[in-house]
Structure formats: structure tokens, C-alpha cells
Nanobody, 123 residues
Framework: QVHLVESGGGLVQAGGSLSLACTAS????????MGWFRQAPGHEREFVAT????????TYADSVKGRFTISRDNAKNTVYLQMNSLKPEDTAVYYC????????????????WGQGTLVTVSS
């Protein structure tokens, strides 16, 4: 089965940048749409961004449009999230997963989530 490992989180000041990576092991995820999700303290996990299998189509939550960029390198079985102009409200644990559209929501297709990577943005 696929095992997803997120990395790159840390502490950054508001206005700064951070780059996250999600590497899959077990089998390739090259043929699947992938997404980034985040969960802030006291909040439900929410969709952040998605990217289709080829990397040619991306979608973003309104809250991160113009600031975050999702990309992928299928040869490395890795998905990235470049985060710029970070705000304190971006503070959360960030997860990646197979992206599945369910109604108007984007959900994680794999039942077992990774450990995530913590992003903390100070004001």
C-alpha cells in the first residue's frame, strides 16, 4: 500500500515562505490526482490545493490563491507545496493524500493519513 511522508514544515514569520514535500513509497502515485490538506487547532481538516496526474491542472482553496503553488515530480513520486506570503492563519498541520472530489468537497482518498508536517507562522 502507499505510504505518504510529509516534510518541510517549521516556524516562519508572517510574510515569509516555506516549501513542503510529500513523498510516496510502496507504489507510484503518478496516475492519481493528489492534494494538500491542513488542519489547524480547533478546526476540521480542510482542502488546500490539488494537482492532476500530469501536473497540468491545479486548484486552490480561496484562502491560499495567489500565495501557494502545488507541483509534482512523478519521476520522484513527490508532490510539493510552495507557500509564500505566509499568514498566521496558515498555521496548521499539513497533509497530502490522493485527491477525491465528493460533491462540493475535496477529500483524501486514502483512509490512512501520514503524520503530516507542522507549519507555524508567527505574527
Amino acid at each position: 500500500q502507499v505510504h505518504l511522508v510529509e516534510s518541510g514544515g517549521g516556524l516562519v514569520q508572517a510574510g515569509g515562505s516555506l516549501s513542503l514535500a510529500c513523498t510516496a513509497s510502496g507504489r507510484t502515485v503518478s496516475n492519481y490526482a493528489m492534494g494538500w490538506f491542513r488542519q489547524a487547532p480547533g478546526h476540521e481538516r480542510e482542502f488546500v490545493a490539488t494537482i492532476n496526474w500530469s501536473g497540468g491542472i491545479t486548484t486552490y482553496a480561496d484562502s491560499v490563491k495567489g500565495r501557494f503553488t502545488i507541483s509534482r515530480d512523478n519521476a520522484k513520486n513527490t508532490v510539493y507545496l510552495q507557500m509564500n506570503s505566509l499568514k498566521p492563519e496558515d498555521t496548521a498541520v499539513y497533509y497530502c493524500n490522493v485527491a477525491v472530489v465528493a460533491g462540493t468537497k475535496v477529500l483524501g482518498g486514502l483512509e490512512v493519513w501520514g503524520q503530516g508536517t507542522l507549519v507555524t507562522v508567527s505574527s
